[in-house]
């Protein structure tokens, strides 16, 4: 079983619509960070949090340390959201540098 | 700043050849990190430097596979020879502390053919 668990795996969405991307882990974590990739492009960070939620823009994400879960909201989404969203997990107790990752939620949104 | 630089942007080569692929990171960063990213297996770490120094380079997978950081503003990842398994997207991440925000670059998709 991965440390880092992602669903849905692949989501599809009109654009508009309020999207939930959700990231479970199984160890304990000093931070998570939520990361997006465009089709064939880089890697950006979104959000870095260890507590409670932040926003940036059209972007919610929110932890839950004790339920060891996370979300990532976007509202009113739009077709260049599409992109490989990554969930990625500090362990607590571990060597500080290293980032443990997910699978990856592929989200289409369609016009 | 530019942000964390990588090139080439692509990269085919033919089995055994050496194909070397460079970074620069972030000015003022003083960590870097190099990963793969394939279907398969995700984004795994490959090796990590701080301040120039080679910490953690359990993840290279083979002998050859090697990494330097010269100076704080230019880091290599070598591979001779290459195999068509070594196909993937590597990418260059620098942070300002190892536990911090990471700033990755756009990526070289390596094809060996």
Known sequence: KNEVEQSPQNLTAQEGEFITINCSYSVGISALHWLQQHPGGGIVSLFMLSSGKKKHGRLIATINIQEKHSSLHITASHPRDSAVYICAVRIRGGSNYKLTFGKGTLLTVNP | ?113
């Open chain 2, 1 to 113: 700043d530019a942000g964390v630089i990588q090139s080439p942007r692509h990269e085919v080569t033919e089995m055994g050849q050496e194909v070397t692929l460079r970074c620069k990171p972030i000015s003022g960063h003083n960590s870097l990190f190099w990963y793969r990213q394939t279907m398969m297996r995700g984004l795994e770490l490959l090796i990590y430097f701080n301040n120039n120094v080679p910490i953690d380079d359990s993840g290279m997978p083979e002998d050859r596979f090697s990494a330097k950081m010269p100076n704080a503003s230019f880091s290599t990842l070598k591979i001779q020879p290459s195999e068509p398994r070594d196909s993937a997207v590597y990418f260059c991440a620098s942070t300002y502390m190892e536990d911090t925000e990471a700033f990755f670059g756009q990526g070289t998709r390596l094809t060996v053919v």
